[in-house]
């Protein structure tokens, strides 16, 4: 039995089959990271094309707003995922992807996930208090026990995370 060709996703303009597909694989990438679908978008176009491009060729060929693409550049070049290139001679600034893992996942953990359990700490030492207060002793006990396993999931997640980046950078 034949499979149905997959559909592409985005409103990409002039792109191969084979173009079109790469950038939907990044769009479901960024989506189970719950990142935009422009930075997949972005990502993925850069990826696939053997020379950098402006934000005015993101615009054109994904079919994205420019602010869209502004904005998904910025939080790529943030996470480490693409850098200025240089570019034909014009004014333009011109982006490639960087395409080795170490700083792509160092990036994502240093501007994503680190952040959410530096945060997540505080939320805790908050979220504990309120249930010290807590009048009914059995309801205060099994709140304890609860907030007691989070601190132990956010404290294993800190020891992995270096781990991680060492394994997948390697």
Request: charged fraction near 25%; hydrophobic fraction near 40%; glycine fraction near 10%.
């Amino acid at each position: 039995m034949d499979l149905p060709s997959p559909q592409p996703e985005t409103a990409s303009v002039g792109l191969t089959e084979l173009q079109q597909q790469i950038v939907d694989f990044f769009v479901d990438g960024v989506r189970v990271l719950g990142l935009p679908r422009s930075l997949g978008e972005i990502y993925g176009l850069l990826f696939i094309l053997p020379s950098p491009l402006s934000l005015d060729d993101l615009v054109r060929l994904l079919g994205i707003s420019k602010g869209s693409a502004s904005q998904g550049l910025r939080m790529l070049k943030t996470l480490g995922a693409v850098r200025e290139a240089s570019g034909n001679g014009d004014r333009r600034t011109y982006y490639e992807p960087a395409i080795e893992l170490k700083p792509l996942v160092g990036g994502f953990i240093r501007e994503q996930v680190r952040p959410h359990l530096d945060s997540g700490k505080l939320k805790l030492q908050i979220i504990s208090e309120s249930a010290s207060r807590t009048e009914n002793p059995a309801e205060r006990e099994f709140l304890t026990k609860r907030i007691e396993r989070l601190k132990s999931w956010m404290k294993r997640g800190g020891r992995v995370l270096p781990m991680l980046q060492k394994i997948l950078g390697q």
